[in-house]
């Protein structure tokens, strides 16, 4: 039998921010050291960054818990970067806080998030620059986090242009946030495979919709803000006509967010560097993409489809 692992690596991201959860240091095989204590941060021990062990580590126990107090950092932090007007640190704060969340979306990892939409959301109106600036987030390394950071901000953007109230904001902001969080149950290799897939692993990525459902499904956010956004997760891939997946949904069965976000992941997709066998396209030319293709034959909702455009005349430079 083999023994369960009870310790695992801390993420560097997260160190500086463990108070309540204790930091230990490996010894040798199976003995673990405690390096810091419950009640004090790294910071707190007055230790030069520079003689840190590079390795430290958690009890697995503490993992969920270690995310939760992770993200509550990273919140003030992104609250105290949009204050000290500095778009550049919002932007790494974010893709921490959603590189961690989007890691392990469990239980109580997710509703973290829901903070950082919300600090975003009340200062967009202040600070109008702090969207349009994760819009231009460089695409270059493409992963599902910055896919999901870039979605949410063009979402935000919309939500903003047709005037929803702050709720609904914030609600289709989380949404596009976490379209895609069942990516994270499917084989990165499959995911970033640069060749031409079998039926069989193509039907395992388009699985990632009614996994992030099953995942949304679960989590602890009020029930008006589940249903929402599970049926986002599981609808952004379907077309008007019922030529879409997972279940061949057609226009009357469609909730409106998930037919806002199927153009915005669509859009999102086509713009992005994320495919090593051809370059992303400007944003003019995947507009026309999407018009000619899939908005004239009838797969996207047309008059969304011309608002999301005017959206992003006044969002994106
Ligand atoms: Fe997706
Ligand atoms: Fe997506």
Redesign the pocket.
């Known amino acids: 039998m083999t023994k369960k692992t009870e310790y695992i690596q801390a993420r560097k991201s997260q160190l500086n921010f463990y108070r309540e959860i204790p930091l230990y240091i490996k010894r040798d095989k199976n003995t673990f050291v405690l390096y810091k204590q419950k009640g004090i941060t790294i910071d707190d021990m007055r230790i030069s960054e520079n003689t840190y062990p590079s390795v430290l580590y958690i009890k697995s126990s503490d993992k969920i818990k270690g995310i939760q107090e992770a993200q509550k950092a990273f919140n003030k932090k992104i609250e105290n970067d949009i204050k000290s007007d500095n778009p550049e640190k919002v932007k790494e704060t974010l893709v921490n806080m959603v590189n961690e969340t989007l890691d392990e979306p469990r239980s109580g990892s997710l509703e973290g998030v829901y903070d950082t939409v919300d600090i975003l959301v009340s200062d967009y109106s202040k600070e109008h620059d702090i969207i349009k600036n994760l819009i231009d987030i460089s695409h270059k390394d493409y992963s599902t986090t910055l896919?999901s950071i870039s979605?949410m901000a063009l979402a935000l953007g919309f939500a903003s242009y047709i005037n929803l109230s702050q709720d609904e904001t914030r609600l289709l902001g989380l949404c596009g946030l976490l379209?895609?969080v069942g990516k994270t149950k499917i084989d990165p290799e499959i995911l970033i495979a640069q060749r031409k897939l079998t039926e069989e692993e193509f039907e395992k990525i388009k699985s990632h919709t009614y996994r992030g459902y099953y995942i949304l499904r679960e989590c602890k956010f009020k029930s008006e803000y589940i249903k929402q956004l599970s049926l986002c997760a599981l609808e952004?891939h379907e077309k008007l006509d019922g030529t879409g997946y997972p279940l061949n949904k057609t226009e009357n069965q469609l909730a409106k967010f998930s037919q806002i976000l199927a153009i915005i992941?669509c859009y999102e997709?086509l713009t992005n560097d994320d495919r090593p066998y051809r370059s992303a396209m400007s944003p003019f030319d995947a507009l026309n993409e999407i018009i000619g293709r899939d908005v004239k034959s009838g797969k996207y909702n047309k008059e969304i489809f011309t608002l999301f455009i005017q959206s992003l005349s006044t969002a994106v430079k």
Request: no cysteine; proline share 0%; charged share 30%.
């Open positions: 896919h979605v379209h895609d952004h992941d997709a």
